[in-house]
Every structure is written in structure tokens, then in C-alpha cells.
């Protein structure tokens, strides 16, 4: 069972940038596609970054860029960076992962396995 733990959620103005890290209890950085999402309180979880086994990377379009996906290996994390953030970045961010089985890593909820218990993130305008 791998366990997911969130962290680096913060209240921040607008225009300012959070890094927030995804722990695991196993070696999730080969053999895993790990991806970020987001959630606000009566919709449905939002896509944001994925990572894959090889480093690919893929992202939303709707993030225009902002936001950076990576891999910490002295800490066994994986990370988001994101910048220039706005009140419409306001949700609790979840890290997700599920083993790395070829074809590729997507920005499908219902596709991951394992999911932490989020990290919540405000902006002030």
C-alpha cells in the first residue's frame, strides 16, 4: 500500500508562488506516474501536472505555464511549483499515483490508485 502525504500549503496573495511536496512511503520517483490535482468544494477534481517514470511531463493548458511538475530525489518527493498564483487557484491541491505501466501518465483521476489526504492553498486578491 503506498501512502501519499501532501505538504507546502499556504495562504498567499496574489501574484505570489507556493511550492508544494508529495511524500510517499515507497520509492515513487521510478516505476510510478504521479500527478497533481485540485478540488474545490462541489466540483470535480481539475488535472494540473503529471510525471512520469522518464520525466515526461505533462500539463493542463489552463495553467498557462505557471505551474512546474519535478522530481526531488534527495527527498523522495514530487513536487509543484506554482507561480503568479490567482483567487481562481483557491482549492485543496492531492498528489496521486499509480503504477507506471507504459502508455503513459494522464490527467485522469479515475486512472490513479493512490491518493493523499490534500493540502489546501488560498490566494487573497
Known amino acids: 500500500q503506498v501512502q501519499l502525504e501532501e505538504s507546502g500549503g499556504d495562504s498567499v496573495q496574489a501574484g505570489g508562488s507556493l511550492r508544494l511536496s508529495c511524500a510517499a512511503s515507497?520509492?515513487?520517483?521510478?516505476?510510478?506516474?504521479v500527478a497533481w490535482f485540485r478540488q474545490v468544494p462541489g466540483k470535480g477534481r481539475e488535472g494540473l501536472a503529471t510525471i512520469e517514470s522518464n520525466h515526461l511531463t505533462r500539463y493542463a493548458v489552463s495553467l498557462e505555464g505557471r505551474f512546474t511538475i519535478s522530481k526531488d530525489y534527495a527527498r523522495n518527493t514530487v513536487d509543484l511549483q506554482m507561480n503568479n498564483l490567482q483567487p481562481g487557484d483557491i482549492a485543496k491541491y492531492y498528489c496521486?499515483?499509480?503504477?507506471?505501466?507504459?502508455?503513459?501518465?494522464?490527467?485522469?483521476?479515475?486512472?490513479?490508485?493512490?491518493w493523499g489526504q490534500g493540502t489546501q492553498v488560498t490566494v487573497s486578491s
Open positions: 515507497v520509492f515513487i520517483l521510478s516505476g510510478y506516474c
Open positions: 496521486a499515483a499509480r503504477i507506471d505501466r507504459g502508455g503513459g501518465c494522464w490527467l485522469l483521476d479515475h486512472q490513479y490508485t493512490y
